[in-house]
């Protein structure tokens, strides 16, 4: 994978799951139950993306696995 | 509420774990041979404002299919787009960056939901369209329906009318809330029935619990074509990409073929 785009796809998932914390404090506020039970979820959420990206094997040009040959992906 | 705000960030975890497996490892492939994300030097603004107008704004490669399919993708696109865009904006000067003018009742707060409203009309008229359409689909135009995906988002956008009127018909009656379209004329609608308690706080979860998971689902289902389709024309609009990838695809082809162990 290009470098530029694996930075895109790490940096655009962890800037939305902090804007995401940051909104939803403004709702439940700071330091309460809720704000806890938020980041718990945005912490189990970038372990999951972690894992996934770790583990998915990227497919090489020419494999049936790497054609975008539906038409909702191009 | 709560417990709509801590499930948000899974949500949105799950969409983007679609978006990593469905999305970018196939644009890995396809742009890897260039070794850039983006060809930042021999960009050609020109066919990148033509394919964006062409093919994001109105959408002329649908519009070969025909009028009625292509009215149906403008409704449900640029219903869910502006919808989605007066969402942000009710947040912001709402909850956010409270402001006199966005209380209710007042001139900005009737802006936000009229442009609510108007979007997620639009959003429904399409969406019916497509259901129907779908369910008497031939077998060429069946390859292009999303049954589920309608199903879906309709439902996301029902529950919204209903709980917004609900919220209406329980509050005294106000003429400068015609603003708000189907959500008042709803609310008129259902103010025999009121008050309701129970019930709009069910429909107020359902429609924000759908509308999250919703989010997840896209990266997941064909609605992965929202991300997908754009980003690839625009791509294929440029000719540096173009040429990187026919010229991966020959040094593949020429490359001599080995054993897999």
């Known amino acids: 994978m290009p470098p530029a785009l694996r930075r895109f796809a790490w940096w655009s998932f962890f800037i939305t799951e902090a804007l995401l914390v940051l909104a939803a404090t403004a709702y439940v506020g700071a330091g309460t139950r809720g704000f806890w039970l938020v980041l718990a979820s945005a912490v189990v959420a970038s372990v999951a993306y972690a894992l996934v990206v770790r583990r998915t094997r990227e497919p090489e040009l020419g494999e049936t696995a790497s054609v975008p040959h539906r038409w909702y992906w191009f | 509420m709560t417990a709509f705000w801590v499930l ?70 640029w219903g869910f787009s502006v919808l989605f865009l007066f969402d942000i904006l009710t947040a912001l000067f709402t909850k956010y960056l409270p402001l006199e003018a966005f209380k209710a009742g007042h001139g900005g707060w009737l802006f936000l939901k009229f442009g609510l409203n108007l979007s997620g009309m639009a959003l429904l008229v399409g969406l019916i369209i497509a259901l129907a359409r779908g369910m008497a689909a031939d077998r060429d135009e069946e390859k292009f329906t999303d049954r589920p995906g309608t199903i879906f988002l309709l439902l996301v956008v029902v529950t919204g009318f209903v709980a917004q009127a609900m919220h209406f018909a329980n509050q005294p009656p106000d003429p400068s809330r015609a603003w708000a379209l189907l959500g008042h004329w709803l609310g008129e609608a259902m103010r025999p029935g009121a008050p309701y308690t129970g019930s709009y706080s069910f429909f107020w979860m359902a429609h924000a619990l759908l509308a999250s998971a919703f989010l997840a689902y896209l990266g997941w289902s064909r609605m992965i074509h929202v991300f997908a389709t754009p980003l690839g024309r625009l791509f294929y609009s440029q000719p540096a990409l173009r040429e990187a990838k026919v010229r991966a695809v020959m040094e593949g082809l020429l490359k001599p073929r080995t054993e897999k162990s």
Do not use: C, T
Request: proline residues 6%; charged residues 20%.
């Open chain 2, 8 to 77: 948000i960030p899974l949500f949105v975890g799950v969409l983007f774990i679609g978006l990593y497996r469905n999305l970018f490892v196939k644009l890995a492939v396809i742009l890897g041979a260039s070794g850039r994300f983006l060809p930042a030097r021999p960009l050609d603004a020109a066919a990148l404002g033509q394919a964006y107008a062409d093919e994001v704004l109105v959408q002329r490669r649908i519009r070969l299919r025909g009028r009625m399919p292509w009215a149906r993708h403008m409704l449900i696109s």
